[in-house]
């Protein structure tokens, strides 16, 4: 199937008063704290998109209102909707479940909805769950942190593809990328790594919102696109950081607190794949990393590669759960000063080359876990060599640039 032809079908769901805006960019930003989400337009116009269907709704924690609702309970309270289901992802949909769980089956005791557990499920067993629970239309809510890494977006792709199994309508509800999305950046996954932290060949850094992944995702990669509405946003532009929305922050996982740690996850989550803690139990997940055995010399190797928009600060902590339990261990912590220069991958490989230069015990995870982060063996395979970080970035220009240039015809802001 051809570019232009996929392209044609992914947007061919774009019907209705409001999905009809989704093809062309959003409305002029009017002042900081106007973004206006997907959810509020929706709502805004009784829910007419949705007349006359049976709905489910994918979501968790952050499917919220400006005033803190969660979008479920708003729904079942309001006649001019029908809500029959919920679906939870990873960590579930009221958000009780650590990294790798979820909920499971029951009933919302709020509202008496029966919730569907959609974690690590796919394919026709995904589309089995959404046929028994009598939904005519998906409808899909969750904060994203802009890496392709972070499930939530493969929980859209195979949403959207047991959807299609399954016959029914979907419905994508755009909010922000909540570090902009100004640019792609990171290397493209290959197909032959692909594991539910990246189904297809998307950047690190992906630099879009949830409604153009959703438009992305059915014009290059499902073999059959499904029927696709998107409501996008007004108020919003790819310069906007989080705290430019007015929209309150819900930590969309347990390790993502805040709109500071998705500005730097694209890049440090790449320490899950090393035998250094990624700062998970402790208050400041991602910015903090670190391991017995290392001391000041990384936090002084880092800075002296005088990285744009960040500097190291020799740091100690002692995780409460996760890698290094209970243990005191010395390490780095990011403090990003100027986020327009900042770029988060470039410091995530920069950190991994002065981390096994300065650290005699550097070590990958013995199921090389970074090449399923990565994409590829290229970032792990390059490192041992001993190249530097202008080397490894450089390995993954030319596919970043095919990558941007299939991106640019689905961004809609």
Same mark, same amino acid.
């Given at each position: 199937?051809?570019?232009?032809?996929?392209?044609?079908?992914?947007?061919?769901?774009?019907?209705?008063?409001?999905?009809?805006?989704?093809?062309?960019?959003?409305?002029?930003?009017?002042?900081?704290?106007?973004?206006?989400? %997907?959810?509020?337009?929706?709502?805004?116009? %009784?829910?007419?998109?949705?007349?006359?269907?049976?709905?489910?709704?994918?979501?968790?924690?952050? +499917?919220?209102?400006?005033?803190?609702?969660?979008?479920?309970?708003?729904?079942?309270?309001?006649?001019?909707?029908?809500?029959?289901?919920?679906?939870?992802?990873?960590?579930?949909?009221? +958000?009780?479940?650590?990294?790798?769980?979820?909920? +499971?089956?029951?009933?919302?005791?709020?509202?008496?909805? !029966?919730?569907?557990?959609?974690?690590?499920?796919? +394919?026709?067993?995904?589309?089995?769950?959404?046929?028994?629970?009598?939904?005519?239309?998906? @409808?899909?809510?969750?904060?994203?942190?802009?890496?392709?890494?972070?499930?939530?977006?493969?929980?859209?792709?195979?949403?959207?593809?047991?959807?299609?199994?399954?016959?029914?309508?979907?419905?994508?509800?755009?909010? /922000?990328?909540?570090?902009?999305?100004?640019?792609?950046?990171?290397? @493209?996954?290959?197909?032959?790594?692909?594991?539910?932290?990246?189904?297809?060949?998307?950047?690190?850094?992906?630099?879009?919102?949830?409604?153009?992944?959703?438009?992305?995702?059915?014009?290059?990669?499902?073999?059959?696109?499904?029927?696709?509405?998107? =409501?996008?946003?007004?108020?919003?532009?790819?310069?906007?950081?989080?705290?430019?929305? %007015?929209?309150?922050?819900? !930590? !969309?996982?347990?390790?993502? /607190?805040? !709109?500071?740690?998705?500005?730097?996850?694209?890049?440090?989550?790449?320490?899950?794949?090393?035998?250094?803690?990624?700062?998970?139990?402790?208050?400041?997940?991602?910015?903090? #990393?670190?391991?017995?055995?290392?001391?000041?010399?990384?936090?002084?190797?880092?800075?002296?590669?005088?990285?744009?928009?960040?500097?190291?600060?020799?740091?100690?902590?002692?995780?409460?759960?996760?890698?290094?339990?209970?243990?005191?261990?010395?390490? =780095?912590?990011?403090?990003?000063?100027?986020?327009?220069?900042?770029?988060?991958?470039?410091?995530?490989?920069?950190?991994? @080359?002065?981390?096994?230069?300065?650290?005699?015990?550097?070590?990958?995870?013995?199921?090389?876990?970074?090449?399923?982060?990565?994409?590829?063996?290229? @970032?792990?395979?390059?490192?041992?060599?001993?190249?530097?970080?202008?080397?490894?970035?450089?390995?993954?220009?030319?596919? #970043?640039?095919?990558?941007?240039?299939?991106?640019?015809?689905?961004?809609?802001?």
């Amino acid at each position: 199937m051809s570019l232009s032809r996929r392209g044609l079908l992914a947007a061919g769901g774009a019907v209705g008063a409001l999905a009809a805006t989704s093809a062309a960019p959003a409305a002029a930003h009017t002042g900081r704290g106007r973004a206006r989400t %997907g959810f509020e337009r929706l709502a805004a116009d %009784g829910y007419a998109l949705l007349a006359g269907e049976r709905v489910g709704v994918v979501t968790n924690p952050t +499917g919220i209102t400006r005033d803190v609702r969660h979008i479920v309970d708003v729904m079942h309270a309001d006649d001019q909707v029908n809500l029959v289901a919920v679906f939870g992802p990873e960590h579930g949909f009221r +958000g009780t479940a650590q990294a790798g769980g979820s909920e +499971g089956r029951y009933d919302d005791p709020a509202t008496g909805l !029966p919730v569907y557990d959609t974690y690590l499920k796919s +394919g026709r067993p995904l589309a089995d769950i959404f046929s028994a629970s009598g939904v005519d239309t998906i @409808v899909f809510d969750i904060q994203d942190a802009g890496a392709r890494f972070y499930t939530y977006i493969w929980t859209l792709f195979d949403c959207m593809q047991a959807a299609e199994l399954a016959g029914k309508r979907f419905v994508v509800l755009d909010r /922000p990328n909540p570090v902009t999305g100004r640019a792609a950046l990171g290397p @493209v996954l290959d197909k032959a790594f692909a594991t539910f932290v990246g189904r297809e060949p998307i950047s690190q850094a992906h630099g879009m919102t949830v409604a153009e992944l959703a438009l992305l995702f059915n014009g290059e990669f499902l073999a059959r696109p499904v029927e696709l509405t998107t =409501v996008t946003m007004t108020g919003w532009r790819r310069s906007d950081f989080y705290d430019a929305t %007015g929209l309150p922050w819900v !930590p !969309p996982s347990p390790n993502m /607190p805040t !709109p500071d740690t998705a500005l730097v996850y694209s890049g440090t989550c790449l320490f899950e794949g090393t035998n250094l803690s990624e700062g998970r139990g402790t208050t400041r997940p991602f910015e903090l #990393l670190g391991a017995e055995g290392i001391d000041r010399r990384w936090a002084e190797a880092a800075n002296e590669l005088r990285l744009p928009g960040v500097h190291f600060r020799e740091a100690y902590f002692a995780p409460t759960f996760s890698k290094f339990q209970g243990k005191t261990v010395g390490g =780095v912590q990011l403090h990003v000063h100027d986020r327009e220069s900042y770029d988060p991958v470039r410091t995530g490989i920069a950190l991994l @080359v002065t981390a096994k230069r300065s650290w005699s015990g550097f070590a990958w995870r013995a199921d090389n876990w970074i090449d399923k982060l990565t994409g590829s063996t290229k @970032v792990r395979t390059l490192i041992d060599a001993g190249a530097d970080t202008d080397e490894v970035v450089g390995a993954w220009r030319d596919e #970043l640039a095919a990558f941007r240039a299939v991106r640019r015809r689905y961004l809609r802001y």
